[in-house]
């Protein structure tokens, strides 16, 4: 596992990002979906504590029944800056996801991968570092465009950056509601990782793998407060 030291400023943290970016592999089309096992991260803060809980729930791919679920809480080891926020994360999305007896196939995260300001969010950093494949998908489009995909199910449209370039895409997981964004973060496809979101949405808009995840993360948070 490639170190994840905490830097200490904010160049460091961009000239991480600037290392480890290279390391990003796009050749490969990942697993197939709706099969093996897939993991979700989530994290939640409590910004009056300085805390930070994260959870990594495991899902059987083909029946989306929980396999194993844990949870870390640390604090929060580096300040809020908007593209770096993979920093505040990360270790403890480590922690949780080392406490894992089970071995995921595919790692899910609530936020971007290739979409991102400097093209390094935190599906690209969390698979890098874990040598896992991993997507990101998010309930907005940061600061890219995209047009409008069709109504259905399935339905798309090109996450497009300022140069033009397709970071992710705007993925319908249900007819009519509002789409999600999915990117590549590490040794996936743009098309398998939009196969694999839509696998794991079958009756809402957002991905079982996050719904756990969220859910799970926001209670041991509130339990690490409840115990002082």
Request: glycine share 10%.
């Amino acid at each position: 596992m490639t170190s994840t030291k905490t830097p200490a400023d904010e160049a460091e943290a961009r000239a991480i990002q600037d290392e480890l970016r290279h390391q990003v592999v796009l050749t490969e089309p990942g697993p197939p979906p709706g099969r093996g096992l897939v993991a979700g991260v989530d994290v939640a803060y409590d910004d009056e504590r300085d805390l930070v809980a994260a959870a990594a729930v495991v899902l059987d791919a083909a029946t989306l029944e929980v396999v194993e679920e844990a949870t870390a809480v640390g604090h929060v080891s580096f300040p809020y800056v908007p593209g770096l926020l993979a920093f505040r994360e990360l270790p403890t999305v480590l922690a949780a996801l080392d406490s894992l007896t089970a071995a995921p196939g595919l790692v899910v995260c609530d936020g971007y991968g290739l979409a991102h300001p400097r093209g390094f969010g935190l599906a690209c950093h969390l698979g890098v570092v874990t040598g896992l494949p991993a997507i990101g998908v998010a309930k907005n489009p940061f600061t890219f465009t995209y047009g409008e995909p069709g109504a259905g199910r399935g339905d798309f449209a090109p996450l497009v950056a300022a140069d033009g370039a397709e970071v992710g895409r705007a993925l319908r997981t249900q007819d009519g509601i509002k789409p999600v964004f999915v990117s590549v973060g590490h040794r996936v496809s743009l098309d398998n990782a939009c196969a694999h979101v839509l696998a794991l949405s079958p009756r809402f808009r957002i991905p079982e793998t996050t719904r756990h995840a969220d859910s799970l993360c926001r209670r041991a948070l509130r339990e690490a407060v409840g115990s002082g």
